[in-house]
């Protein structure tokens, strides 16, 4: 026996003799010999703690990383800077270890915290109340579709393709067996087309979703959208980057019925595509129909102001056939960072970010433009992100730049055909006039 493990050899005799096995190799009798390893295995002798980590540094000092190299690659996922005072708070064990409050009652510091977040997504999206978060931003939309399917007891959607391209697979494959037929509207300009919209829109329809901004980086006309579908006793989901909203009007002010995204860039680290957070927030029309949890404050016995977990309409609590959906926990880790994020920015905080992240932005598009080596993809206004039309393959431009250390923008054709040669450049708080310049010196032919 391994002296780390638990079980003794003891342990193993008697757990046998309980199941009716002779040996542990007989449990595996059923995998077929030619398939099973009948040998060492080809790995390499063992280290001492010291060349363990010389060696695993070796490996990770192959990897491209944020520290080394300027990255304007975005797409759904955002280099901003995270406050140090965030890894110090999330590493408190407190936090650290209480993963979620399945004895509510006596973890009112994790649901204090977990109603701030709610508060703070409110106000942000401009909707009367938001659930305590739910896995990512691509099944917060798709849970959205799901909500006004079930509250307008409608089964066509139209989704724009301007929504980022993985979540509209999210919420097709949610859809598939559901009865949910999705229909996707086309773009014009980077911007979702009204007209198509306005022909497309039924009695049929529960809820139009669009993305703001949207996957392009473009702003969406979120109001026009918002008349026609309530026209048609639709409703209309926008996916909101919770960023911009510190700038731009909230979806709630432009009409919105239920706002949902992905909050990784508030206090979230790249970390290779997760852990993540997904955010919804709506009215308090639809309140009941939001899939997970919502923490309520309430007063004890005393008078003492206290937090409660409340409508908890999930499949642990009810019954399966009522239950708003299967989302059974909450991202409260992730969740926490973005509520201290947001604490520490404040209002003006986090407008600044976004002021910064709209300059740059403006600035690197300007000059990738006065290059003479690139040309505008879309003329509409857009926030942080914006796409560029290239003389050369997006892949080539992108592996001329990561030789200088630059992480370019994502390559549009991957998901859109019909965009040769266009890169996606997103441009955070973070980029420096200088890490901007040499994306446009080492981008060029």
Do not use: W
């Not at 408190?92 to 979620?100: I, L, P, S, W």
């Amino acid at each position: 026996m391994h002296p780390y493990l638990p079980g003794t050899g003891e342990d193993r005799r008697r757990m046998l003799d309980v199941i009716g096995a002779k040996s542990v190799e007989e449990l595996f009798s059923d995998i077929p010999g030619e398939v099973r390893c009948s040998g060492p295995l080809n790995l390499p002798g063992p280290l001492s703690e010291m060349e363990l980590l010389r060696y695993m540094k070796t490996l990770a000092g192959k990897n491209k990383n944020l520290e080394d190299y300027a990255c304007f690659l975005g797409a759904g996922a955002y280099d901003h800077y995270i406050p140090s005072v965030i890894g110090h708070m999330l590493m408190r064990q407190e936090f650290y270890t209480a993963y979620t409050p399945y004895q509510p009652e006596i973890s009112q510091g994790t649901l204090q915290a977990i109603f701030e977040y709610q508060t703070m997504i409110c106000e942000l999206t401009g909707m009367e109340v938001s659930n305590a978060s739910v896995y990512d931003g691509a099944s917060a939309i798709a849970e959205a579709v799901a909500m006004a399917c079930s509250a307008t007891r409608r089964s066509e959607v139209l989704l724009s393709r301007t929504v980022h391209p993985e979540a509209r697979e999210v919420v097709k494959t949610y859809s598939r067996f559901s009865g949910v037929c999705i229909g996707e509207l086309g773009y014009r300009n980077g911007v979702t087309g009204l007209q198509e919209a306005m022909e497309r829109v039924n009695d049929k329809t529960s809820a139009i979703v669009l993305q703001y901004p949207n996957f392009f980086g473009v702003l969406e006309d979120l109001t026009r959208f918002a008349e026609l579908a309530h026209r048609h006793g639709a409703l209309i989901i926008v996916s909101a980057d919770p960023v911009s909203l510190g700038l731009l009007r909230s979806p709630g002010e432009l009409g919105a019925d239920i706002v949902a995204g992905e909050g990784q860039g508030l206090g979230i680290p790249l970390s290779f595509g997760g852990p993540y957070f997904g955010f919804m927030a709506t009215t308090e029309k639809l309140m009941r129909r939001l899939p997970g949890r919502i923490v309520g404050q309430t007063t004890d016995s005393k008078g003492n102001r206290g937090f409660i977990l409340t409508l908890q309409a999930r499949e642990q609590h009810i019954r399966r056939e009522k239950a708003t959906s299967n989302i059974c926990s909450n991202q409260a880790l992730c969740a926490l960072a973005a509520t201290i994020y947001l604490t520490v920015l404040g209002k003006k905080g986090l407008r600044r970010v976004a002021e910064l992240c709209l300059q740059k932005a403006h600035y690197a598009y300007r000059r990738l433009l006065e290059s003479g080596d690139f040309t505008s993809t879309f003329s509409a206004p857009f926030f942080k992100e914006f796409a560029i039309t290239g003389k050369e393959d997006a892949g080539i431009v992108n592996a001329r730049l990561l030789e200088h250390k630059i992480i370019g923008g994502y390559p549009l054709s991957r998901d859109y055909p019909e965009l040769a040669n266009v890169l996606l450049i997103a441009v955070t708080e973070k980029r420096t006039k200088d890490e901007i310049d040499r994306l446009v010196e080492y981008s060029s032919c």
